[in-house]
């Protein structure tokens, strides 16, 4: 149920009685709480408020993160979007996105999904200076938190080598959602000590080349791609490496059946694409096919072999947190998201407290347990 409170601020926000019943009636708009914070988060988009958005209340709406769309032929998208502009090429670093925004003296990190995340939001101080907040507090700090020990992915980037980090490669408006202009973005993160995505220079189309050059080197350096962005903000697309194509199904074949067909479909196009665009074959050809196999294959066959010895297909996760309560909340929140997530195991490390948790993939362990068990379908 939607409180009358804050059906008054969406309606002061523009959004008509009627929609708001048909979006909440539809589950598209739901009161959530975080330290006795309420907030209402979009799970569908509605009249210019993203997926994701966040209202807390008139002054503090956060606008959900939009889609970046993608190119899978890097000269051709390249050409198409960024014939008249140049544009800033940025690594995409793989993690999870994270909006952070000052909301009644505290500041609280927000998932791509719309939720407080309890876990970043408890971290998030120790990458970024509160004054920034101060200063700006109508500004909304979007980064990626990438590392070893996060609580939503199995891996990081290979350049964090333990723990968790944060990268800011966006600054939007609280309201609007409008982006800050590049070289704004870069000015405040670096006067206020920011850290931020690798900027890889401001290229135009003539320098193709390099743009091949510096894919095919991330992606021997198991890093996942890059964000092309023109200066105002007003064109973005992503481009991601061979390496994450392939990697990406090998993490997605381990929980086949949780995932929807397109995750497999979409990897696998978007490799072919770059194998014909590059002209691939011979032994770079044989060996990247190969690698798509085996990573399809492998870690799929082995979950087979764990519920064959009566395992279950589980994942472990482990994260830092300054207080146990922090990871008892985390517990709460990846109920409220429907994952089967238990504390494994708890211990404390300098000052710290690292929380080992277990994740049941109960859908993919049924799913091969009833195949060896020879069901027909
Ligand atoms: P969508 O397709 O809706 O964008 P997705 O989760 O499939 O969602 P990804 O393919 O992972 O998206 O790529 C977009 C995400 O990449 C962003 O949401 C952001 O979290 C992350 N990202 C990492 N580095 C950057 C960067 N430099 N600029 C913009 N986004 C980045």
Redesign the pocket.
């Given at each position: 149920m939607v409180s009358s409170h804050f059906k008054e601020i969406l309606m002061r926000l523009g959004l008509p009685e009627d929609r708001i019943e048909v979006l909440e009636a539809k589950g598209g708009i739901t009161e959530e709480e975080f330290d006795g914070i309420r907030y209402l988060r979009f799970k569908d988009s509605a009249r210019g408020l993203r997926r994701g958005t966040v209202v807390f209340d008139e002054a503090n709406v956060i606008l959900g993160?939009?889609?970046?769309?993608?190119v899978v032929s890097l000269r051709a998208g390249v050409m198409r979007i960024f014939k008249r502009t140049p544009f800033y090429v940025?690594?995409?670093?793989?993690?999870?996105?994270?909006r952070v925004a000052l909301v009644s003296d505290r500041v609280l990190a927000i998932t791509?999904g719309g939720f407080v995340c309890p876990f970043t939001t408890e971290r998030i101080l120790d990458f970024v200076p509160e004054e920034f907040f101060k200063d700006y507090p109508h500004l909304v700090l979007?980064?990626?938190m990438?590392g070893p020990e996060s609580p939503y992915l199995v891996e990081g980037p290979p350049y964090v080598e333990e723990d968790i980090r944060f990268?800011l490669?966006?600054i939007q408006e609280k309201g609007t959602g409008k982006s800050l202009p590049v070289q704004e973005r870069l000015k405040l993160a670096e006067e206020y000590g920011i850290p931020h995505?690798k900027v890889f220079g401001l290229y135009t189309v003539d320098r193709i080349e390099d743009l091949y050059d510096l894919i095919e080197r991330l992606s021997r350096e198991g890093r996942?791609g890059?964000?092309m962005?023109s200066p105002d903000m007003k064109r973005?697309v992503?481009y991601?490496t061979p390496f994450a194509n392939v990697n990406d199904v090998k993490i997605g074949a381990k929980v086949f059946f949780e995932l929807p067909p397109g995750y497999f479909m979409s990897r696998i196009m978007r490799l072919a694409f770059y194998v014909a665009e590059r002209r691939i074959k011979g032994e770079r050809f044989e060996e990247l096919a190969r690698n798509l196999g085996k990573a399809l294959l492998e870690p799929f066959v082995e979950s087979i072999w764990d519920v064959e010895q009566g395992d279950e297909i589980a994942e472990v996760f482990r994260i830092r947190v300054k207080r146990i309560e922090t990871a008892y909340k985390m517990v709460t929140h990846f109920e409220r998201l429907g994952l089967n997530i238990k504390i494994e195991d708890i211990e404390e490390v300098g000052g710290m407290w690292r929380i080992t948790f277990k994740r049941a993939y109960d859908e993919a362990t049924r799913e091969i347990r009833e195949l060896i068990g020879g069901r027909a379908f």
């Open positions: 993160f939009p889609h970046i769309k993608r940025e690594e995409k670093v793989d993690g999870y996105n994270v791509r979007v980064g990626e990438a990268f490669f966006d995505v996942e890059v964000v962005k973005v992503k991601v």
